[in-house]
């Protein structure tokens, strides 16, 4: 059974930090890229930063580049949140994908009160 299982969130204080996991079973987790999305609510779900699946390039959205980073090791991903802002407010979604082929966890909150 594929699995990503997200944790991590919670409520912090502007300036703060959080560090978020995504834990994956069931498929072959190196032949995937990975990627955390967010989805505030009322907005449309967006993409935060991916990490490839080969060499390891990452990205990142201008809104929290230099504020957050990625890594993966083993079969768990994380992004590292520092510097956090009221609108980064939002449920964060972890994806892998490869080919045509994707898989979504269920997500974790994450609050940042100003």
């Known amino acids: 059974e594929v699995q990503l299982v997200e944790s991590g969130g919670g409520l912090v204080q502007a300036g703060g930090s959080l560090r978020l996991s995504c834990a994956a079973s069931?498929?072959?987790?190196?032949?995937?890229?990975i990627g955390w999305f967010r989805q505030a609510p009322g907005k449309e779900r967006e993409g935060v930063s991916c990490i490839g699946s080969s060499d390891g390039s990452t990205y990142y959205a201008n809104s929290v580049k230099g504020r957050f980073t990625i890594s993966r090791d083993k079969n768990t991903v994380y992004l590292q949140m520092n510097s956090l802002k009221p609108e980064d407010t939002a449920v964060y979604y972890c994806n892998a994908k490869s080919g045509w082929t994707d898989y979504w966890g269920q997500g974790t909150q994450v609050t940042v009160s100003s």
């Open positions: 069931g498929f072959t987790f190196d032949d995937y890229a």
